[in-house]
Each structure stands twice: as C-alpha cells, then as structure tokens.
C-alpha cells in the first residue's frame, strides 16, 4: 500500500504536486508512539544519522583527547552550507588533529549558501574538500582513527574500525544489530539502512540518555546539547535545521538528511522522530517535519519556523501563487 | 488509489526513493492508446503548454506580420537555459516589434546555463526579465497584442485577448471547452489545468495537423518543425529535451514542463504524450519520459539520450553509488 500523501503544493485553486512519506515516533521505551504509512521499510538516514556518526568521537575519548569544544562536535553532527564559520573551523581542527584537507575522503562539493558560492565564483575559486558539507562529519572520523592511532587512510571503507564503530552504535541504540545493509554516501562513507521504526528507537535512546550507559549517555548528552547550542554550525544561515531548533528553544535537536528525510530529538520528552519523504524531496521534509514538530508543540513560533509549515509558492514576479501545506494526514 | 511507481532511485542494495505518476498516449482520433495511473485528474501542464500558447501568434498572422523565422518560433515554445543564443534572439525580437524588456510581464530568472550563470556572478551582473526562461514565450504574446494593436500592458492576465486565443485554442485541440480552471505560473502567465488524457489528445492534434483547419494545421506543423529544427533554442545546451530531439532524429518535438510535466508531439506516428510525476521532480520526469520514448521507439541511440533512461547517481568523490532507473510499470 502506498505511504500517504504528507504534503501538498498548490497553485490557484487545485493541488499541483503531492508528496508521500512515513513518520515514526519512538520514546525511550522503545514505544512507537506514532506512525504514519510504513514504517518497517529500510531506509537510508543519510545526514540524519550524523548525530550517531559522532558517538565514537565522544565514546572513544578522542574528543576529550583533543580538546574538542561543542562547536567541533556540533560540526561533527553537521550538513554545513560552507561559510566561513564552519570551513575555518574544520580546517583548525584538521590542523590541530595533524591533518589536511588531502585527508578527507569526501570530495568537493559547491558551497551551498549562496552568498559564499557567489563570492568564490567572483574570486575564481574553486570548493575545496573542507567545502564538502560533511567535512566536519569526515573530520570527526578522522580524530578518532589518530586517537586509536590507526591508519587513516581508507577511514571512509565500511570494515574500517571507525565505521565499525558506527555500526556497533547504531546497531545496540536501534535494537536491531549492527549488520545492516549498506550503500555510499554523498560524501563516500558508509551509510547504514533501517526502518524508520528502528531509527527513531536509536533518536529516543538519545533523548533520553538516562536509559543508556553513562559512557554512551555522556557522549548523548554532548552531542544534543550541541546540536542545540550551534545551530548555525549544525546547518547554515537561514537552514531549515537551524530555524527549527532555535524556535524549539532548547527542546529540539533536528538534524535533515538527503533524499527527503529527518530526524528529531526531544530532550524534554524523551521522543525520537524519523521522517522520509518517498520521493525524496527536501522541501517536502521540511514542511512535513515542521508539521510533526507543531503537534508536538516543539515547532515554536518564530516565524521563520511557522514559514516552514505552511511556505508560499512564489514566481518571478514575488507574487504569490500558491503554497506549500501539511496534507490531511498530519494536520 | 496511488499512481503507480514510475521511477526508482537506488543507492548500493536498495531503493532509497521512488517517484509515482501518470501517463497518457493519445491518437489523432482522440483515443487513450497507453495510461498509466489517473489520467482524468486535473494537472498544470506548465511550460509544456507552450507548444499550444504559441499558437495564436501564427494563427493570428502575427509571425508572418513580422516576418518571425523558425528560430523565433522555437524561443516562443521554450523554457531556454539562459544562453547568448536565446537572450540576444529575444532582444532582437523584442526591438523588431518596437518593444523592450520593460514590456515583458515575467520577472528576472537566475540562468540556467551555469557557465552563462557563473560568468554573470564573475562579472557582477544582475539577471534581467529576458533571462527568465519563457522570455521567448512572452515576446510571443507580446507579438500577438502588437499585431492586433492592442494594449501590450496586461497581456498576461486571463482575460487578455491574447490569453483568452490560447485557451481558446487548447480548449478545442484538447476537446475539453475553454473554461478551463487555471493558476498563475512561474512567469505570471495564466496556465490552464486539464487532465493528462485531453492534453495528450491535444497534442495529438499538433502531431497529425491533417486533422485540423488548414490555418491550425499549418501553425502546428510550423511549431513542430520549428522544434524539431532548433532543440537548442527550445531549451539550452545540454538539456534534456534539446537530448531527446536530437535522438529522435526528426520523430518527436518534446517539452518539459516545472514540477515533473513532459510532453511530447510524434508526427510520424501523429501521437500525443503526457507525463506528470506526482510530486513534481524534474529528474523523475526526464527518466520516465525516456522509458516511454523507449517503448514508442522514439528514444534513439544517442549516448547522452539513453543516460537520461538509466542515470548514475554519482557522490562528490564521482564515484557511482546508486542508478536512476524506470520502474516495472515502465518496463
């Protein structure tokens, strides 16, 4: 049965285009709390899985060993949009850890706020592998590897210890082994498939890090709080992720992935949230996740995170033609 | 009940998204020869209608008037990439009908070409209103108002005259009347809303003229020729349309249309085809209308043109991680 439509996008009087998609939310029991359309289907969490990328970096004790403040581990957990407040942050980072850009495994990628973008196309510059949006992610990777004091190289390679250890993480928060299928990222590591059920079991672990063991709680703990603390860094100037947990205020740490999905951790409640859109698109992630968020009460009111839920559609003219809404199924 | 799924994107074992739509192959007669999913739900034909907004300006006289080449036609069905060849051809048109860029009703456009884009930022320049992609479209109408002196100000609302010729006009190539609902589109021109089955019916007409009036039917073989004649103009370089029309070798005129429409004209066989993906995506569209050129055997042997059917989907490090590929529905 086809997941149920979660967005819709008008133009004049009828519905142009319309987005499906599935929601699971989990608390720390393990309880699905609520679903919509199937939630047992695997799925690649992409991004949204950074939060749990950054566990080892924290459980290892090579954050405490290198000195990583909440900004690094932020960057850690980050899709950035290559402003200068994260790339000359990763780059002392990598220097402080004794790397380079050359040790990145992700490749460039254009930058993704456009008045950087348009300020390096001027300057006849081109993105750097720092630019690519998971280089605080790969970065991460990259301290644990000289913490353990292993090859660096080839840290990106599925059976490689640092992604082992991503997996084990995964597997024990999600509660459904670490041997999960597989495929590569945008950004060359190993992105690990589970269903949306699972996935938001693995968010509320982190929500409400009581339940696990102090080490794993500690690094949860960390890792939320800052996500919550930098959300710029976490995303970019005027980012969707950015606009949600600033309007939660502190009750929310978000995280998008690509291919329309989501994630959510809610501190305060406990709850994991893990959303996919089918078709994969971001604009519809965005309206359907600020749809969870509102009933949750944790959308806020900023009205940069209200925009989100329900968004014009504007043409050339900055007219207003239509809009971007929660379909039935989540109002 | 759901559209069916149309095209599948995978990355490593696994579908990662899918993109569900609906199909109608139509004859000179009228007759459904192929569907996929609902055909009778109303849908934006987008830019895809451009092939039939342009026929007023050559039933009307108005190409011959001011004596409009093949090139000229094929601006005014285009949703054109930004280049030098489509924004010099607008302006030299624009001052053949004693008009400028002032007169043009759609709003400035970031171009779509990125050299032509990034050259633009290089040299600080700002895009105007003869950038926007349907600025061909719009001389057009423009064209129609002067050859009928009337008012150019306000040809792009709905009840202008020159509005009211195209619904006209696609009213009875589609069968459906010209009352027909409508909404504002990303230029500001209205786009009238029609189920996949009367648009594929409509275009139908343009592909076996012999159907029509003399003074239609020669309009329509104008329009594809002109089509067939310059994929370039009617889109840019490397585009996909520009792709399949050249793969075609003279057997189809195609156009896409935003939020996932194609639509395609095949004189030899006098077919019409309409395509819309339900949650609008371009790269849906593309791949979908590739399987059904495919199957009509229209699709040809150019390299680029089969890469749109099966597409990598490629990380920042080129590596191949996944395929865009039709699915079974499309098979």
Redo the contacts between chains.
């Keep these: 049965m ?1 997941n149920p439509i979660l967005v819709e ?1 008008t ?4 519905v ?5 998609g599935s929601v699971a939310i989990a608390n720390a029991e393990g309880e699905i709390v609520f679903s919509l359309g199937d939630i047992e289907a ?3 969490p992409r991004s949204s899985l950074k939060p749990i990328q950054a566990l080892p970096l924290i459980e290892s004790g090579a954050a405490d060993a290198f000195g990583l403040s909440d900004e690094e581990i932020a960057l850690a957990c980050a899709s950035h949009t290559g402003e200068p407040m994260h790339t000359t942050r990763v780059s002392a980072w990598l220097e402080r850890i004794g790397c380079d850009a050359s040790d990145l ?5 254009v930058v993704r706020y456009e008045p950087v973008r ?1 300020a390096m ?2 300057r ?1 510059e081109q993105p750097t592998r720092v630019h ?1 949006n998971c280089s605080g992610k790969h970065t991460g990777f990259l301290t644990v590897a000289r913490h353990w004091d292993i090859a660096t190289k080839g840290y990106e390679h599925h059976d490689h210890p640092v992604q082992r250890a991503v997996a084990v993480a995964l597997g024990e928060l999600s509660g459904i082994g670490s041997e999960l ?8 590591a190993p ?1 690990f ?1 589970l269903p949306l059920s699972a996935f938001a079991r693995a968010l509320a672990k982190l929500a409400a890090p009581q339940s696990l063991s102090s080490q794993r709680g500690n690094a949860a703990r960390r890792i939320v709080h800052a996500m919550i603390a930098h959300p710029e860094l976490v995303s970019g100037t005027g980012h969707a992720c950015a606009t949600f947990i600033h309007s939660a205020r502190g009750r929310a740490a978000v995280k998008n992935g690509a ?2 999905y989501y994630a959510g951790i809610a501190p305060e409640t406990g709850l994991g949230i893990a959303l996919k ?5 971001g604009r ?1 992630a965005e309206t359907a996740f600020a749809a969870i968020l509102d009933k949750l009460g944790l959308l806020g009111n900023d009205a940069a995170a209200r925009a989100i839920l329900n968004a014009p559609v504007a ?5 207003v ?2 809009e971007r809404r929660p379909a039935e199924a989540l109002i």
């Design positions: 086809a996008i133009r004049g009087p009828l142009e285009s319309v987005h499906r695997l799925t690649y495994a992700c490749g460039p990628q348009d196309i001027a006849g690519n299928p597989w495929g590569v990222d945008g950004c060359a992105n498939a291919e329309g859109i089918d078709d994969g698109a519809a043409n050339t003219r900055d007219a033609v239509g």
